[in-house]
């Protein structure tokens, strides 16, 4: 597997695989020396966007940044991979629709990375929860709520309990959960034996139907001690969470945030070493 588009096409060994490379990314310097990774970012992606494009610079790469409205032109998308994949070592897309991203990665021989779709975010989740793993005792036996919608992160949490193995409880509004996974709809008996409290923003239209679904410090203090904060950003004070818990104890966000430019540089080596070993094993190039 050389893309990078849904946790669940690969096992837990090889997503660990990923944590180990983060840990000793120094290795790799140089590793993108002489190549050029492609990005489509649209102008409102911070986080996601910073670290890629600094995890390029600090590994010796080029990156060349594209809207993505640029791959919604009548050209047609086999030929735009057809002609890309000729200077691109890597593409890595924040687009909405993630059977673009499915075609791209069949028209080429190079990794494309899900930089986030509607249906899901996982380089974000692998970011989560390799900071999880350097935290935790051990985060795979930690008891996980996601307080949201169904929507792409809490698809993308779904994806990675299946593939990590680790139990997930989802607590919203009944007319908003998703399928295959525990569900509680009162927050405050969903957060209670729970290790680590996962949110998403609210979507305005959604906002009546959340109200009781808060995230407060006196919420918190129902989980179990140590229970850590972790809000998808961007997240939105006095809305999924209050004021006063961004600035208590459990909130980790930041902290966490920081192991995002890492965990991307090493999901970019993973791929393209998989690419690399794909490509001497077979004597093939692209696939379209």
């Known amino acids: 597997m ?66 993505p409205t640029t791959l919604e032109k009548k050209e047609n998308l086999r030929d735009v991979c057809g002609y890309l994949q000729n200077w691109a070592d890597a593409v890595i897309a924040r687009y909405r ?13 190079i990794p494309v990375i899900n930089a986030l779709t509607d249906e899901n975010h996982p380089c974000e989740m692998m970011a989560d929860l390799y900071a999880l793993s350097k935290r935790r005792n051990d ?90 904060l972790n809000p998808c950003p961007p997240f939105y004070r006095n809305e999924e969470v209050s004021d006063d818990v961004i600035d208590s104890e459990y909130f980790v966000g930041y902290d966490f945030k920081k192991d995002l430019l890492r965990i991307q540089q090493a999901i970019l080596i993973f791929c393209m070493e998989k690419r690399d070993r794909v490509s001497t094993n077979d004597g093939s190039g692209g696939r379209g």
């Open 139 to 228: 985060f795979l036996n930690d008891e996980y709520l996601f307080v949201g919608a169904d929507g792409n992160i809490g698809r993308a949490w779904r994806e990675a309990a299946e593939v990590m193995g680790f139990s997930i409880t989802q607590s919203c509004p009944v007319e908003h959960k998703m399928s295959g996974v525990k569900f509680v709809d009162s927050l405050s008996d969903a957060i209670v034996g729970k290790d680590i409290i996962c949110t998403d923003s609210i979507p305005g239209e959604l906002a009546v139907d959340f109200n009781s679904f808060q995230v407060t410090k006196d919420i918190m203090k129902k989980a179990n001690t140590g229970a850590a």
């Open 97 to 109: 629709d993630i059977e673009l991203l499915e075609k791209m990665d069949s028209y080429m021989g």
């Open 2 to 67: 050389k893309s990078f588009i849904r946790l669940t096409d690969f096992t837990k060994d090889e997503l660990l695989e990923i944590f180990s490379i983060a840990d000793s990314i120094e290795k790799y310097s140089g590793f993108l020396s002489g190549k050029t990774i492609v990005m489509f970012f649209p102008a409102s992606s911070i986080r996601t966007r910073v670290t890629f494009e600094k995890g390029i610079y600090l590994l010796g790469g080029q990156s060349i940044l594209f809207d």
